[in-house]
């Protein structure tokens, strides 16, 4: 249990999530239970520097009531703590772990796909002809619709798009 507890003391929590790239549920579970975490070992820490001893008698030294100082140290004395079956919650904390290191898978997953594509994406990009290398065969043979607005356009008698004016101004005047 100590190399869980100086392992966990190591892991840098606030770069932990964003380093995964984890979102969401994943996130929000891991913030929740770093802090469950924290409060736990404060806990700890705050009952383990508490006096263990009780000094009975020293109350007995102060008080009247030797009878009440009596009362309470046989109590003190046969008082046995209650012991719990804690597999329910390690199962509870193995099933979230099982849950989490499958949201984990998954989130890895799409990220690797999403970086395929986007490596893709950036050779295409690297790949390319300049802007000021392509004709318009180019342009029209990457994207069609440009050709049947023109013809549509054309067809109609229109020689300008609409809103080229607002938006670029009129050049007639040159």
Not at 118 to 130: F, G, V
Not at 140 to 152: K, L, Y
């Amino acid at each position: 249990m100590a190399v869980g507890r100086s392992a966990a003391l190591k892991i840098d929590w606030a770069r932990l999530g964003p380093s995964l790239g984890l979102k969401g549920t994943t996130a929000s579970a891991l913030s929740s239970f770093k802090k469950r975490n924290d409060d736990a070992r404060r806990k700890v820490q705050i009952l383990s520097e508490m006096p263990q001893e009780i000094n009975f008698a020293h109350y007995r030294s102060i008080l009247k009531d030797q009878s009440a100082v009596d009362e309470i140290e046989t109590y003190f004395k046969s008082f046995k703590p209650v012991t719990y079956d804690v597999n329910r919650q390690i199962r509870a904390i193995e099933a979230f772990e099982a849950q989490a290191v499958k949201n984990a898978e998954v989130t890895k997953g799409k990220v690797e796909l999403e970086l395929v594509d986007l490596e893709k994406t950036l050779e295409n990009i690297r790949e390319a002809r300049p802007l000021e290398d392509l004709t318009v065969d180019d342009v029209a043979a990457i994207e069609p619709e440009i050709d049947r607005r023109t013809e549509a356009l054309v067809s109609k008698g229109r020689w300008m798009v609409p809103g080229y004016k607002e938006k670029f101004g009129d050049l007639s005047l040159l």
